[in-house]
Nanobody, 121 residues
Framework: QVQLVESGGGLVQAGGSLRLSCAAS????????MGWYRQAPGKQRDLVAV???????NYADSVKGRFTISRDNAKNTVYLQMNSLKPEDTAVYYC???????????????WGQGTQVTVSS
């Protein structure tokens, strides 16, 4: 089994910053990609940013230039640095990882439990 544990959410004023972390643990051989999604009330879950094992990144247009995704492969951890936050960034942020399992070498997608980010105007 694999677990993703997120941290770093909270309440911040518009223009402020937050840093989210997500650590993966369990029977991990490697992680192909790690990313962040968000879901606002009444809306679908959307991709925010993703980083693959080689370091390439992709961002939603709405966060380009404000958010930065990074990962520490040795710690199986992904980070999301969020700057210049806006009220429309308010959502539950979920970590996602495409994990190659240690015992089978099969690839499965896992989700974290979510962390609330609230940006006040």
């Amino acid at each position: 089994q694999v677990q993703l544990v997120e941290s770093g959410g909270g309440l911040v004023q518009a223009g402020g910053s937050l840093r989210l972390s997500c650590a993966a643990s369990g029977s991990i051989f490697s992680i192909n990609a790690m990313g962040w999604y968000r879901q606002a009330p009444g809306k679908q879950r959307d991709l925010v940013a993703v980083i693959i094992s080689g370091g390439s990144t992709n961002y939603a247009d709405s966060v380009k230039g404000r958010f930065t995704i990074s990962r520490d492969n040795a710690k199986n951890t992904v980070y999301l640095q969020m700057n210049s936050l806006k009220p429309e960034d308010t959502a539950v942020y979920y970590c996602n990882a495409a994990v190659v399992l240690g015992y089978s070498k099969s690839v499965y997608a896992y989700w974290g439990q979510g962390t609330q980010v609230t940006v006040s105007s």
